[in-house]
């Protein structure tokens, strides 16, 4: 959420962001509700001003004994006091609806993220490794997996339906292994690990962003205030929510493992076929709290991290930044990860790391204390993928792929696989 003096003392700055990130945010209307809150608790404060000359005036009347003009104001203020209780009652619906539209505006973008209107505008920061080079054909995750036994999206699609995956054998291995080895890498790197709820509130949601405006991309629990988690993110963050933390405790960098689940509302049509956009799945989630003077440092140690994962693993990958028409609604600034998958031929996103600055935390309400003293101010969010876990098991199959259909299992992950060194066909 924004500052509010931010769009109330420049709205043309805040309008300029609006058009670059190509958002239909009600900033107008957003304007004139708020216009209209302020003078209607303008118009509240004068007569309750007015009530109290008025109450004490209506005491000097009748003690100088004018009992008959102590009466007829003592009358006038009963029906001021009317019209105070329905001023009262417009100035609170006016202030729920000023918090309603603003939740509904993103965030800025950061000067450095450049100007565009969708992903053709992204800018390509650096690249690593090389694609591997096959001399036979090469095929995609959703022939290898089902050739090998260990993908099955019939049976997934007879219990659940579309855009839902059985894992067998050694892929469910796999997956657990890929799991486990991210959740290792980034502890090992100094990250706190947290378990946490599946389920969270509509506070947490609104807290990192997702509601109101991504509602139909949530599972809501029929009956109850809970959905399922988009992402550890949203738990993640708000784990902190209302507390007030020491500068010296920062930054804190956690991460953690939770099944995500999404509608998918606006991506029907799109990566109908395997792994890569699925109703649920796994994902380790990174997350930092920082101090604002180092939040962009903190961006730069995040993807890192996240990027440690794809060089442990040997997956080339090339890091980009979003560009204004293609970055999230909280982010002020977001890079991300893509992964090379030879069967498609093209990089695909595997992580998003982004710099939420005090969007979330104000909305969350995320604080510190300054070393030096002074007032608390808010903190600086930032969250990202350390790994997507399937479409990690997609680079693996799709990168790690032999002419004779089985996959070779990368070093790192073997310890967790029993020493397993190929995946051959089962079932």
């Known amino acids: ?41 303008s118009e509240l404060e004068a007569m309750k001003a007015e009530r109290n000359r ?41 202030a729920a609806e000023v918090s309603g539209l603003e939740l509904t ?48 999206f019939e049976r997934a699609a007879a219990v659940a339906g579309a855009r839902f995956a059985v894992l067998w054998g050694a892929g ?96 029907y049509g799109r990566d109908v076929r395997g792994l890569i956009r699925q109703h649920q799945f796994d994902k380790v989630e990174l997350v ?8 962009y440092e903190e961006l730069e140690h995040l993807t890192g991290a996240a990027e440690a994962v794809l060089q442990a693993l040997s997956l080339p990958y090339r890091v980009v930044t979003l560009s204004t028409g293609d970055m999230g609604f909280a982010a002020a600034k977001t890079y991300d990860l893509e992964v090379w998958l030879p069967g ?3 990089y695909r996103e595997i992580s998003s790391c982004s710099n939420c600055e005090e969007f979330q935390a104000r909305r969350a309400d995320l604080k510190y204390r300054p070393s030096g003293g002074g007032k608390t101010r808010l903190l600086h969010t930032l969250n990202g993928s350390g790994l997507a876990v399937g479409r990690t098991l997609i680079a693996v199959l799709e990168n790690y792929q032999r002419s004779n259909g089985t996959v070779t299992v990368p070093e790192p992950l073997r310890r967790y696989l029993g020493g397993r060194e190929l995946l051959v066909p089962e079932g």
């Not at 003690?63 to 009358?75: C, K, M, P, V």
């Not at 390509?124 to 036979?136: L, S, T, Y």
């Not at 930092?288 to 939040?295: F, K, N, T």
Request: glycine share 8%; net charge negative.
């Open 1 to 41: 959420m924004l500052a509010r003096e931010l769009w109330r003392n420049d709205p043309d700055r805040v309008r300029a962001a609006l058009t670059a990130r190509r958002s239909d945010a009600p900033l107008s209307e957003l304007l004139a509700v708020d216009g209209r809150w302020r003078e209607t608790q």
């Open 54 to 94: 008025g109450s004490k005036e209506v005491g000097r009347l009748f003690a100088s004994g004018d009992r008959e003009a102590g009466e007829r104001l003592r009358a006038e203020l009963a029906s001021l006091g009317e019209r105070i209780a329905a001023a009262e009652q417009d100035a609170a619906l006016l």
């Open 105 to 152: 505006v993103p965030n800025l973008p950061h000067a450095s993220v450049p100007a565009g209107a969708d992903e053709s505008a992204n800018r390509v920061e650096r690249v690593w490794g090389e694609p591997p080079r096959f001399d036979f054909e090469v095929k995609a995750h959703w022939d290898l997996g089902p050739a090998l036994g260990i993908l099955d």
């Open 172 to 267: 469910a291995a796999l997956e657990r292994a890929l799991i486990s080895f991210m959740l290792d890498l980034h502890t090992a790197r100094g990250y706190r690990e947290a378990y946490v709820p599946f389920l969270v509130n509509r506070r947490a949601l609104e807290g990192t962003g997702q509601l109101p405006k991504f509602a139909d991309d949530l599972f809501h629990i029929e009956g109850t205030e809970y959905y399922l988690v988009p992402t550890a993110e949203v738990p993640v963050t708000n784990l902190h929510r209302g507390e007030v933390l020491e500068e010296s405790s920062l930054p804190r960098r956690y991460c953690a493992y939770t099944p995500c689940f999404r509608a998918e509302a606006g991506s």
């Open 288 to 295: 930092h709290l920082a101090v604002p003077e180092r939040s």
């Open 344 to 346: 498609q031929g093209c």
